[in-house]
């Protein structure tokens, strides 16, 4: 340390600093440190090296996983009619309860070791994904025992003992999980659940023992109604120190049986009329030995770190995979119905107005799968991305509600009326879901992406912050020394950076040789620079009072978030082989996405409550300078590229459940490549001003054209046909006692565990 230096200059800021910065409690220290940062990082530094993007290797299915995708995964969607679901049963059929069961789907992320399958984070998800076109009460049923629960906890954290008793009765399906985090009282703010477990004695076996006794009611628990075994979160005391001299032992999670006198579940909630099986568990002097703490007694009182560790994987996975599944799907679908769907003699499809939602509908479809990509790509490396995870949770489900609303606007009527042949309202109404579960997006946008990110990404807010919270005030002194005079450092080079690339329009910024991309990487990296500089004057004249700005921080919140996305678009193009005829949903990709970073950016900027920062940052950052945005001619060309089949429209798609059993998808998809091909013969009819008939008469078409005209004109009837009901028809609909229900929810969860 540099005496002088630290007692001059550094002592005042020191003392400064540690007024302005709030003490963090215990909660926010765990989030803070919980996971690691990987891309985000670079991105935050404003001067990303893009050598280390590109070299992270491609996700791919090994052979043993794709072969499951082939044929487990492909045949337990052939099983499933979610209209039947939804609406007449409330439940997943028993055969496909026991299917699962069969084929180890609640087994995926546990390893081969212990039973599971032992799948990587890319296969989990393409996995979750497909069965998310499906249905989403089949994609939840899968991904909730994969995802933050039981198994994710005992495979980071359990006892060799735990492991190995209870991850092969999770893998095969004879123990089946969930997990209560959620209470009344608490929400989004896990450290103020009140419910609660105190260590005591108790009987366990016919003999005493140390325990817990335990007291909680959650709520929103998914698959609680028909669990085995539930992961519980609580507060642990410890009044008459069995343990230890420490009364308040903090939030801890334990395995807690729900054959158990005392555990409540089998009442159901129901989520948005989807069914998949959530409800609440409520538990009243429930007493479990101190070994049911997930890792054993020493892990009593860790369970926030626990659970972030843990979220970062099941976060980063699920609903990423499920909204992404959404976003593509309603390109797949919407692109179709566009080609079929006719007006004033022109498919809809080349109408401007539709073209608009099309167009965004493609390039969102490639650039959030890029995400999804990238993410995975990431946790196979085994990083615990708690950020970049907190981004793909909300902005892969952010995109799905866009998307399906742009869905629903070109199908319109047929998208409204409910029924077997409506296959977008069933997404459209897990939209609510995906936005509040797993942590509700305002509070993952407006406090956790740039509120964690900014202090985890910046290359010395950690540091300063450790520095400013040690005890010793020497050695904090010293530690404060070293890591603000680099942030200094580190403030200065970006400044002059911003400066730079700000007033030459990012001509002159790095990038790597990628042909037509290299641009997008300079104004990647432009707008890299301006964010980092203007986190800083955000740090500099906010403090501590930049986390209760929760407006500004989530604005920073979505830059990030929207250079991530893009940069791993930019990574999709290069990894595929710069495939030329994908260019143009990648270039609307960038310009919507630079866009929304200039305006967010302004908006900072302008509503930062230090003017004088304000004029500074305008100055060096020049935030108000023009990105069109993507121009008419460039949005109607990535709509032809999903209303046209081409190896650009599968690309931008990809895997998706295709329908079954003459169902309305698979009537869809049928007709899409009828009308293909019959478009010459139509244009032929429309030349000669003839109906088909007057054609067929004049000798314009011959017999085959005639039959392949019949052939198209059914499908597509049917294809933009509604469903409708006789009156005793509706009212067998809406009496259907499976809605809410004459069998009761605990008949139907004793059903279900059958």
């Known amino acids: 340390m540099n005496s002088l230096r630290a007692k001059i200059l550094t002592r005042p800021i020191h003392r400064w600093a540690k007024k302005a910065l709030p003490a963090l409690s215990?909660?926010?220290?765990?989030?803070?440190?919980?996971?690691?940062?990987?891309?985000?990082?670079?991105?935050?530094?404003?001067?990303?090296?893009?050598?280390?993007?590109?070299?992270?290797?491609?996700?791919?299915?090994?052979?043993?996983?794709?072969?499951?995708?082939?044929?487990?995964?492909?045949?337990?969607?052939?099983?499933?009619?979610?209209?039947?679901?939804?609406?007449?049963?409330?439940?997943?059929?028993?055969?496909?309860?026991?299917?699962?069961?069969?084929?180890?789907?609640?087994?995926?992320?546990?390893?081969?070791?212990?039973?599971?399958?032992?799948?990587?984070?890319?296969?989990?998800?393409?996995?979750?994904?497909?069965?998310?076109?499906?249905?989403?009460?089949a994609a939840v049923t899968v991904m909730v025992p994969n995802s933050l629960g039981p198994g994710e906890l005992l495979h980071q954290f359990g006892t060799d003992e735990q492991k190995d008793y209870w991850l092969p009765r999770l893998a095969d399906g004879r123990e089946l999980p969930a997990f209560g985090l959620t209470s009344a009282e608490a929400g989004s703010d896990a450290s103020a659940m009140v419910d609660e477990g105190v260590i005591c004695k108790g009987h366990w076996d016919g003999e005493e023992v140390l325990g817990i006794r335990l007291n909680w009611a959650k709520r929103y628990i998914t698959l609680s109604p028909v669990c085995t075994v539930l992961?519980?979160?609580?507060?642990?005391?410890?009044?008459?120190?069995?343990?230890?001299?420490?009364?308040?032992?903090?939030?801890?999670?334990?395995?807690?049986?729900?054959?158990?006198?005392?555990?409540?579940?089998?009442?159901?909630?129901?989520?948005?009329?989807?069914?998949?099986?959530?409800?609440?568990?409520?538990?009243?002097?429930?007493?479990?030995?101190?070994?049911?703490?997930?890792?054993?007694?020493?892990?009593?009182?860790?369970?926030?770190?626990?659970?972030m560790s843990a979220l970062a994987a099941g976060r980063g996975i699920s609903l990423p995979s499920m909204g992404c599944a959404a976003i593509a799907y309603s390109a797949h679908t919407t692109g179709a119905y566009a080609r079929i769907r006719e007006q004033f003699n022109l498919p809809i499809g080349k109408f401007g107005g539709v073209?608009?939602?099309?167009?965004?509908?493609?390039?969102?479809?490639?650039?959030?799968?890029?995400?999804?990509?990238?993410?995975?790509?990431?946790?196979?490396?085994?990083?615990?991305?708690?950020?970049?995870?907190?981004?793909?949770?909300?902005?892969?489900?952010?995109?799905?509600?866009?998307?399906?609303?742009?869905a629903m606007d070109v199908h319109s009527g047929k998208a409204v009326i409910d029924g077997p042949s409506n296959y977008l309202l069933p997404l459209y109404r897990a939209v609510p879901i995906g936005i509040t579960v797993e942590g509700a997006n305002i509070v993952t946008r407006s406090l956790?992406?740039?509120?964690?990110?900014?202090?985890?990404?910046?290359?010395?807010?950690?540091?300063?912050?450790?520095?400013?919270?040690?005890?010793?005030?020497?050695?904090?002194?010293?530690?404060?020394?070293?890591?603000?005079?680099?942030?200094?450092?580190?403030?200065?080079?970006?400044?002059?950076?911003?400066?730079?690339?700000?007033?030459?329009?990012?001509?002159?910024?790095?990038?790597?040789?990628?042909?037509?991309?290299?641009?997008?990487?300079?104004?990647?990296?432009?707008?890299s620079a301006a964010y980092a500089l203007t986190a800083d004057f955000a740090f500099l004249t906010l403090g501590g009072e930049l986390k209760r700005k929760e407006m500004i921080s989530g604005r920073m919140g979505d830059i990030l978030s929207e250079m991530y996305i893009l940069s791993a678009a930019l990574k999709r193009w290069e990894d595929e082989g710069r495939q030329n005829a994908d260019l143009p949903v990648l270039e609307y990709a960038a310009a919507a996405g630079l866009k929304r970073v200039q305006a967010a950016l302004d908006e900072v900027i302008?509503?930062?409550?230090?003017?004088?920062?304000?004029?500074?940052?305008?100055?060096?950052?020049?935030?108000?300078?023009?990105?069109?945005?993507?121009?008419?001619?460039?949005?109607?060309?990535?709509?032809?590229?999903?209303?046209?089949?081409?190896?650009?429209?599968?690309?931008?798609?990809?895997?998706?459940?295709?329908?079954?059993?003459?169902?309305?998808?698979?009537?869809?998809?049928?007709?899409?490549?009828?009308?293909?091909?019959?478009?010459?013969?139509?244009?032929?009819?429309?030349?000669?001003?003839?109906?088909?008939?007057?054609?067929?008469?004049?000798?314009?078409?011959?017999?085959?054209?005639?039959?392949?005209?019949?052939?198209?004109?059914?499908?597509?009837?049917?294809?933009?046909?509604?469903?409708?009901y006789s009156p005793d028809e509706f009212a067998d609909l809406y009496r259907n006692p499976t809605a809410i229900g004459n069998q009761s929810s605990d008949e139907r969860a004793i059903e279900a565990a059958e």
């Open 26 to 137: 215990q909660t926010e220290s765990e989030a803070l440190t919980a996971g690691e940062v990987w891309w985000e990082a670079e991105l935050f530094s404003g001067n990303p090296d893009w050598s280390k993007l590109l070299d992270v290797k491609t996700p791919q299915l090994s052979v043993e996983e794709q072969l499951f995708f082939d044929g487990p995964c492909q045949e337990l969607c052939g099983m499933i009619d979610d209209w039947k679901i939804n609406q007449i049963d409330g439940d997943l059929p028993a055969e496909v309860w026991q299917f699962l069961r069969d084929n180890k789907f609640f087994g995926m992320i546990i390893p081969k070791s212990h039973g599971g399958l032992g799948f990587s984070a890319f296969a989990h998800s393409e996995i979750v994904r497909y069965i998310s076109t499906r249905s989403v009460a």
């Open 231 to 307: 992961g519980l979160a609580f507060k642990l005391r410890d009044p008459d120190a069995l343990l230890g001299n420490e009364e308040g032992l903090g939030i801890t999670c334990a395995l807690v049986p729900t054959g158990l006198d005392g555990v409540e579940t089998g009442r159901r909630h129901l989520p948005s009329s989807t069914m998949f099986m959530n409800g609440p568990t409520t538990g009243k002097d429930v007493f479990i030995p101190l070994d049911y703490i997930i890792g054993g007694p020493e892990f009593a009182g860790k369970g926030w770190m626990m659970l």
């Open 355 to 406: 073209q608009a939602r099309m167009g965004r509908l493609a390039a969102d479809a490639y650039a959030m799968d890029a995400a999804r990509h990238l993410t995975c790509a990431g946790l196979d490396e085994g990083r615990a991305l708690s950020v970049i995870s907190a981004i793909m949770k909300a902005h892969a489900t952010f995109k799905m509600r866009e998307a399906i609303n742009d």
């Open 448 to 527: 956790i992406i740039f509120g964690q990110g900014s202090i985890r990404a910046h290359p010395h807010m950690l540091d300063n912050i450790l520095a400013l919270q040690e005890f010793d005030p020497h050695k904090s002194l010293e530690m404060f020394d070293k890591s603000f005079w680099a942030h200094v450092g580190h403030t200065t080079m970006t400044l002059f950076r911003a400066w730079g690339r700000a007033w030459t329009g990012g001509r002159f910024a790095p990038a790597p040789d990628a042909g037509k991309a290299t641009p997008i990487y300079r104004q990647l990296a432009r707008w």
């Open 606 to 724: 302008n509503n930062l409550p230090a003017r004088w920062a304000a004029w500074i940052l305008k100055f060096f950052t020049l935030p108000g300078s023009t990105v069109a945005g993507p121009s008419d001619q460039l949005a109607a060309i990535c709509s032809d590229l999903i209303f046209e089949p081409s190896a650009t429209r599968n690309r931008i798609t990809g895997q998706l459940f295709k329908g079954a059993n003459g169902d309305a998808l698979q009537v869809l998809n049928d007709c899409y490549p009828k009308v293909i091909d019959m478009a010459p013969v139509m244009k032929r009819l429309r030349d000669a001003k003839k109906s088909p008939e007057e054609a067929l008469e004049a000798g314009l078409l011959d017999d085959a054209e005639w039959a392949n005209l019949k052939e198209m004109k059914s499908l597509v009837d049917k294809v933009v046909a509604v469903d409708e």
